[in-house]
């Protein structure tokens, strides 16, 4: 299933395919928590350890990173065992002050374990090299950020941390390793919640850590069997079917994306849109970093409250108010009413689905023109 001369479009198609005679095109999911063995060494013997449908979902993400995959039972176990994983003999974790709030959340719970959460600006090259400086540390990079879509330069940061000796992970959840390959510009791990974007349907829980760190990867493995984070049959079943299609429904959530940030720029009720490939200080760096487009996700903020953001969000009639991102249907929600999150307070984060572009304009100078609190 690795033939270089094929593209991981290409064989994400095929993925988890049998060809020989009598073998089933389509995998079906392996329900067994037990599987025959006579104790060998590596043997996947038990649910926790090994499952048939999760290598088929693991050997089809390490197609498109080039890379050896890890699932867990969600984006935060996966982690949670790289932050584990890393944890051993570094006092700090440098965290994004943008990034996604439940990383940060998460990294400060497991200070007894290790290291310690030091926020920092990804922007500022300078500031994260003393950090970088003063003590054994994990870099943990997110680009682009969820929700304000900023985009880091992950290849300066990765030659900052490998002059420190400090691994560095990249959250690469709302770019997918189909836009974005962090390994290649210097990461150690990067880390994917599947949940989103990758399976697309909103049906299913799941994460995943591609690394090409052998060592790595075997400790990540023996997180998730000792602490339980295992992803089930169904679950990975689920995120390797829609999985298949991520190359054409990215590419057109990126396009319709595009041609909506665009739209939002020009709307007066609008004071700012959120999106790799409308803020011209880092376009060329997005366009470097992710040269197959920018994902479903961007963010705006309308002029008002917060009254006034979830007026907007409740009078469309087409985009369902939801969290979450990447699936085919359209969600929106305003960021700021969970309470760990530091966006802005009339942020709107608007998750692009597969719908015609010109259906979600309409919807959202409805919803923009309605949904004035008053
Ligand atoms: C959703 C998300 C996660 C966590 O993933 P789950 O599958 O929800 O546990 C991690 N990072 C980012 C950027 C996310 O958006």
Not at 34 to 40: F, V
Request: charged share 20%.
């Amino acid at each position: 299933m690795t033939d270089p001369a094929v593209s991981a479009d290409a064989m994400l198609a095929h993925a988890g395919s049998g060809r020989r005679p009598g073998e089933p095109i389509v995998l079906p999911p392996v329900l067994a928590t037990i599987l025959a063995s006579q104790g060998q060494p590596g043997d996947a013997d038990y649910g926790r350890s090994g499952n048939p449908t999760w290598t088929a979902l693991e050997d089809a993400l390490g197609v498109i990173e080039n890379a050896q995959a890890v699932v867990f039972a969600s984006g935060q176990a996966a982690a949670m065992a790289l932050m584990l994983a890393l944890a051993r003999g570094r006092d700090r974790i440098l965290l994004p002050r943008d990034g996604y709030y439940n990383a940060r959340t998460l990294a400060d719970r497991l200070r007894p374990h290790g290291a310690v959460p030091v926020f920092v600006d990804q922007g500022h090259v300078a500031a994260i090299e003393d950090e970088l400086a003063a003590g054994r540390a994990v870099l943990w990079a997110e680009s682009p950020t969820n929700p304000l879509l900023r985009v880091a330069d992950l290849t300066a940061l990765a030659r900052l941390a490998a002059a420190a000796g400090a691994p560095m992970v990249v959250d690469n959840t709302v770019a997918t390793g189909l836009l974005q390959q962090p390994l290649d510009l210097g990461a150690t791990a990067s880390l994917c919640s599947l949940t989103k974007s990758a399976s697309g349907h909103s049906d299913v829980l799941a994460g995943a850590v591609l690394t090409r760190d052998p060592v790595l990867a075997d400790d990540l493995r023996d997180w998730r069997s000792l602490g339980g984070g295992a992803l089930g049959p169904m679950e990975a079943w689920l995120a390797l079917r829609g999985l298949k299609t991520l190359p054409l429904r990215i590419e057109r959530q990126s396009a319709t994306a595009q041609t909506i940030a665009a739209h939002l720029a020009g709307h007066p009720r609008v004071t700012a849109v959120h999106y790799p490939g409308s803020r011209p200080e880092t376009l060329a760096l997005a366009r470097a970093q992710m040269p197959r487009g920018f994902g479903p996700l961007l963010s705006f903020e309308v002029d008002g409250n917060t009254a006034d953001a979830d007026a907007v969000v409740a009078a469309a009639t087409l985009i369902a108010p939801a969290s979450s991102f990447g699936g085919v249907e359209s969600t929106w929600e305003r960021r700021s009413r969970w309470p760990a999150e530091s966006a802005p307070p009339a942020l709107i984060r608007l998750s692009v689905g597969i719908e015609p572009a010109a259906d979600l304009i309409a919807d959202i100078d409805r919803a923009l023109a309605s949904g004035l609190a008053g």
